[in-house]
């Protein structure tokens, strides 16, 4: 695992510093440091801001100001319940929980950006596809556990910051929500995002 990540890390460094003859982007790669703050049922269950997250996405230019882009993300919260005596319908527990989420959205986008040809270029976008929701809570010796793929959705707004050609500052954010299935609750949250854009 840690060799990928060092040859993608080569890969986006050899990018960066390309010399092209063209100066037009044609496709892109962005990969952003994730801090995610619970919403709605979300926040029920955890009510924590995550700090442990990522994104990476891989675009193209479809027109001079519009992108199409595909999507990965992990977010994970966690948070540690008092001791108390916690109930299940007709089941009682005391002690401990400790409850977490992982979330990891599959999607597809689209941005609008304004101010193609400038350093500071604003954008909105939005997206939807696929997100596996595993929610785990432990308490003691015990376990519950629900793995389930969600449909979801999301609007997004950000800008990135060219500091040189092809290399970029961004910083975006963005609101998951995903719908209920198979009888399990959808959930919500806002990612705040920052790290780096490679255009190719």
């Given at each position: 695992?840690k060799?990928?990540k060092y040859i993608?890390?080569?890969?986006?460094i050899?990018?960066?510093?390309?010399n092209?003859v063209?100066?037009?982007e044609?496709?892109?790669?962005?990969?952003?440091?994730d801090?995610?703050?619970?919403f709605?049922?979300?926040a029920?269950?955890?009510s924590k801001?995550s700090?442990r997250g990522?994104t990476?996405?891989l675009g193209?230019y479809a027109?001079?100001a519009l992108?199409?882009?595909?999507r990965?993300s992990?977010?994970?919260?966690?948070?540690?319940?008092?001791?108390?005596?916690?109930?299940?319908?007709?089941i009682?527990?005391?002690?401990?929980?400790?409850?977490?989420i992982n979330?990891?959205?599959l999607?597809?986008?689209?941005k609008?950006?304004m101010?193609k040809n400038?350093?500071?270029?604003?954008?909105?976008g939005?997206?939807?596809?696929?997100y596996?929701?595993?929610?785990?809570?432990?308490?003691?010796?015990?376990t519950?556990e629900i793995k389930?793929?969600?449909f979801g959705f999301?609007?997004e707004?950000g800008?990135?910051?060219?500091?040189?050609y092809?290399?970029?500052l961004?910083?975006?954010?963005r609101y998951d929500n995903t719908?209920?299935?198979?009888?399990n609750?959808?959930?919500?949250?806002l990612?705040v995002?920052?790290g780096f854009?490679f255009g190719?």
């Open positions: 695992m060799k990928i993608i890390v080569a890969a986006l050899a990018f960066s510093f390309n092209k063209s100066s037009q044609t496709s892109y790669i962005n990969m952003t440091y801090m995610s703050m619970p709605g049922n979300t029920d269950y955890i801001t700090f990522y990476f996405e193209w027109a001079e992108t199409i882009g595909l990965f992990w977010h994970t919260f966690s948070e540690d319940m008092p001791y108390d005596t916690y109930y299940d319908g007709t009682s527990l005391t002690g401990k929980q400790y409850r977490y979330s990891m959205p999607t597809t986008g689209i609008w950006i101010n400038g350093h500071f270029r604003p954008f909105l939005a997206g939807l596809g696929a596996m929701q595993n929610i785990r809570t432990d308490m003691g010796v015990y519950a389930q793929w969600h999301y609007p707004a800008f990135l910051y060219e500091f040189s092809g290399t970029g961004l910083l975006n954010a719908l209920e299935a198979g009888g609750n959808g959930h919500s949250y990612t995002s920052v854009h190719l």
